[in-house]
């Protein structure tokens, strides 16, 4: 192994041992379980009723409630992996470096930027594991309770995952300008910001306000997160037509709009560019 | 400034005179405004520098979650150093701690954890040790356990920069002392030239006094003086300015 690639790996493994390891996770896995069980609960509650429901022509029942509890076990599996992601990486450089807990690691033969990327890595690997855990769960609930699956399976789950590894791009990036607890608190934001954007999109684009699209939309690719969550949640009913599509699409907690061909190359220029920057800033920085 | 090979030298000075500024540019975690810092050659921050370096930072913390063992497996593997279990168990007895490999950080009182800092320093043998405030969290024992640390590696041929505010640490082990005010040597030498002569203390039946500009060669003089003058001597004992006088000297009463 190469003098460059070896503390790397090395510095890549402890990481991801120290989130698994962390309190965190273990408070994100407790609140993970109860989110599960009581999912599983009202999915059996809500596809019961819906057996006994008649709806209005063109519009499937099954699939809406489906579509619809699915819908929001994404926006919670965006929301646990995101806290999980910012709970992982929001000390990574200014509140390390003011804890100790950096300064031994960079006066070893290892650059900042390596440190920083190997935590945000880690952070990756461990929150994208997460989320298909939590996906994976959330299939087989609505599957055992209600008979229904997603138009596409590995495809949202994949672009979920995308989503919290920029979220947590992100909140590494702050962490070089902001205290853990003001990045925490701005990560959060972010979340709460895009996420809001991409509801008002979908305000706009039912009642015909163009101007609200076009400021989701940019918000979209100023924070990709969001599309890729919307792109998740098109993906999963993608084969859906009529009334039914209309409705699915309003969706619970914001709709989903397909992503175009240029999304993922974006999402890795993004990364690439908040990585960069991260980099570059933590270079410069006194520790 | 130059500390050669194998020789350890005490940094002092006031709070804000840039001692850990200092030892953190040598480190290569704060960069220089001016001037030039090399260490055995290379340029300070430069990885090839960093390879010879120890360090132990004024404020420390390793994650609470990993044991003893787990941290100094870390930093071996960073180091790239050929220790195994071995240099970690010689490491953890060296510092005191030989039985604490298996034991958390959090488990750990804040003295065992600065010990444990020492400890993860010494990884990998570094031709340099950089200790900022090295016994700030230790007990009357733990100080004297660093000191003879520090006497063994200087045997050894290491080179030692202690920054510390424990003047009579600093003049019990270190080869050199350095004064520092506002980012500049204001004196240095070794403990025992610091310490110039002071005059005499005597105590005659008339009282006890002390009389400066009197060398130890001049005490013979000084005491047929006092006899010859009716007075009966007790006692004639010389005295040395100590490294805290001659520190105040240094940063003249700056005590900020």
């Known amino acids: 192994m190469t003098a460059t690639i070896r503390p790397v790996a090395v510095l890549a493994a402890w990481a991801v041992r120290e989130s698994l390891r962390r309190r965190v996770f273990a408070i994100v896995a407790l609140l993970t379980v109860a989110f599960v069980v009581l999912y599983a609960i009202g999915c059996s509650a809500a596809f019961r009723q819906v057996n006994t429901l008649t709806g209005p022509d063109g519009v499937d029942g099954r699939e809406f409630a489906g579509a619809t509890l699915n819908g929001l076990a994404m926006f919670a599996i965006l929301f646990l992996g995101s806290v999980l992601a910012a709970f992982l990486t929001l000390s990574t450089v200014r509140g390390d470096a003011e804890n100790g807990l950096l300064q031994p690691l960079v006066v070893r033969p290892v650059g900042r930027a390596q440190v920083l990327l190997t935590r945000w890595l880690a952070a990756a690997v461990v929150c994208s594991g997460y989320v298909a855990v939590v996906y994976t769960a959330v299939l087989i609930t609505l599957r055992a309770a209600g008979g229904w699956s997603p138009d596409r399976i590995v495809g949202p789950g994949a672009l979920l995952a995308a989503a919290v590894a920029v979220l947590a791009a992100l909140c590494v990036l702050g962490s070089v300008a902001f205290t853990a607890t003001a990045n925490g608190i701005a990560t959060f934001m972010v979340l709460g910001g895009g996420l809001f954007a991409g509801l008002l999109g979908q305000v706009g684009h039912g009642i015909g306000n163009r101007s609200l699209e076009h400021a989701a939309h940019i918000v979209s690719w100023a924070l990709p997160f969001e599309a890729l969550y919307q792109a998740a949640l098109s993906l999963t009913t993608a084969d859906q037509v009529g009334l039914t599509r209309f409705l699915v699409r309003l969706g619970p907690l914001g709709g989903g709009d397909p992503a175009g061909v240029w999304l993922l190359p974006y999402v890795a220029g993004y990364l690439v560019a908040v990585a960069v920057v991260a980099m570059a800033a933590t270079a410069r920085r006194d520790l | ?256």
């Open chain 2, 1 to 256: 400034m130059a500390l050669e090979p194998g020789e350890l030298v005490g940094l002092l000075g006031p709070n804000g005179a840039g001692k850990s500024t200092l030892v953190k540019t040598v480190c290569g975690l704060v960069r220089k405004t001016s001037g030039e810092v090399s260490i055995f050659g290379a340029a300070a921050g430069s990885r090839e520098s960093r390879r010879s370096i120890g360090y132990l930072a004024e404020t420390f913390r390793y994650p609470t979650w990993c044991t003893a063992d787990e941290l100094l497996t870390l930093h071996q593997r960073l180091a790239g150093s050929d220790g195994d279990a071995q240099e970690r168990a010689r490491l953890l007895v060296t510092v005191g701690l030989p039985e604490a490999a298996n034991l958390r950080v959090e488990e750990m009182s804040k003295g065992m954890q600065q010990r444990l800092g020492l400890a993860q320093a010494l990884v990998g043998s570094p031709k340099l040790l950089l200790l900022d405030e090295p016994t700030s969290a230790l007990d009357p024992v733990g100080r004297r356990l660093v000191r003879d640390v520090l006497a063994h590696l200087r045997q050894a041929g290491v080179t030692v920069l202690l920054n510390s505010h424990l003047l009579s640490e600093v003049e019990l082990v270190c080869d050199r002392v350095v004064i520092i005010r506002a980012g500049e040597v204001v004196t240095q030498g070794s403990p025992h030239e610091l310490a110039r002569p002071r005059g005499v203390r005597v105590e005659t039946d008339a009282g006890e006094r002390v009389i400066d500009g009197v060398k130890r060669e001049d005490i013979p003089d000084l005491v047929a003086k006092l006899v010859a003058g009716g007075e009966q001597v007790f006692a004639v004992t010389p005295l040395r300015s100590t490294l805290e006088d001659v520190y105040l000297e240094a940063v003249g009463g700056d005590t900020s």
